[in-house]
């Protein structure tokens, strides 16, 4: 079999992997809030969060496009394509690591720290401008909008609804939360799923099987969101039992307006900023908005800075591991 072929099969094999892995270590992010409110059952909502992914997938051009093409330049060759495989397998151990501890890590920066560190490793290029302005700032930005407009969002639910009866607004609000976890799986696949094809659009690009490097074929959209679904339906309940309970004791309304907040800042990131922002950081930081309309002690503060620390060494540990992995690679491609 042609070398070229069996290495592009291995990183689109690699590239699947981290899908799944992707699915049920972010299951959390669409559906934590619903199932710790009552307003939806674990199976239907990681159900719902399955399709929602799927559908979302076939949205995510824009960012599948920044993924594939956008962040660091390989030689159209075989060894290049071993930097990629190495990339991806620093992220899966990523995930499986933060996942292990029950920590929602983003497994988008995981995967952009992995493909960074092991193409630095290799000698190859990273466009540092476009790491810069389409991955490091709305790193930085999409976690506080999303805690400011929580936080906004959740101020304004109670005002408009200060008068009315808490047990009839509670089932109104538990049954806003089924659109408002729609809304959020969708953003999530949209943006996760997009992230596995760009990575299987580099391959194919780099292993000389299409000149363009933002085609994305049909199979490879509905292999990413098929796999992407699988894994959220089989649930990561350590991390959704972080953000649906650990953090703060989510009610309904609360419920409802973290994902509507953190929905919006997914939609409007990749529709129209093309902007691979992490759905977890996005969310987390919507809960903790949110919950601070309460009192700040109302919010685990120890449990959210805990987060925090796993945001900010993601990157770097998945380079790291990365480059581990290339070494032990490299004679393979």
């Not at 976690?143 to 929580?150: D, E, R, S, Y």
């Not at 039992?241 to 997914?266: H, M, N, Q, W, Y």
Request: proline residues 4%; hydrophobic residues 55%.
């Amino acid at each position: 079999m042609d070398p070229e072929l069996i290495a592009v099969l291995a990183v689109v094999v690699v590239a699947m992997a981290f899908d799944y892995t992707n699915g049920f270590h972010d299951a959390a992010n669409a559906i934590a809030t619903s199932v710790s409110t009552r307003a939806l059952t674990p199976r239907v909502a990681l159900a719902l969060a399955a399709v929602g992914n799927f559908a979302g997938a076939h949205l995510g051009k824009k960012v599948a496009e920044t993924v594939g093409g956008g962040l660091v330049i390989l030689p159209q060759e075989v060894a290049s394509l071993g930097v990629v495989f190495a990339g991806v397998l620093g992220a899966i151990a990523w995930n499986l690591i933060t996942w292990y501890f029950g920590l929602p890590s983003s497994s988008s920066h995981a995967l952009f720290g992995g493909l960074v560190g092991a193409t630095l490793f290799s000698g190859g290029l990273v466009q540092w401008g476009n790491i810069v302005n389409k991955i490091i700032i709305p790193m930085v930005l999409s976690p506080l909008v999303g805690l400011l407009l929580g936080f906004l969002v959740m101020l304004a639910i109670l005002w408009l609804f200060r008068k009315g009866q808490p047990g009839k607004l509670n089932r109104g609000f538990r049954w806003a939360q089924t659109l408002s976890a729609a809304a959020m799986s969708v953003g999530h696949g949209m943006q996760d799923a997009a992230k596995t094809m760009g990575i299987i659009v580099l391959a194919l690009y780099t292993g000389g099987f299409q000149s363009d490097k933002t085609h994305i074929p049909q199979w490879v959209y509905w292999t990413s969101a098929a796999m992407l679904a699988a894994g959220t339906y089989a649930g990561g309940w350590r991390i959704i039992r972080t953000l649906g309970r650990k953090i703060i004791d989510l009610g309904p309304a609360e419920g409802f307006a973290a994902e509507t907040v953190a929905s919006a800042v997914l939609f409007f990131n990749a529709l129209v900023l093309k902007a691979p922002i992490s759905t977890t950081h996005t969310i987390t930081s919507a809960i903790m908005g949110v919950g601070s309309t309460k009192r700040l002690s109302a919010v685990r503060w120890n449990v959210a800075g805990n987060i925090v620390i796993a945001w900010i060494i993601t990157f770097p540990a998945a380079a790291a591991i990365a480059c581990l992995a290339y070494l032990l690679v490299r004679p393979l491609f």
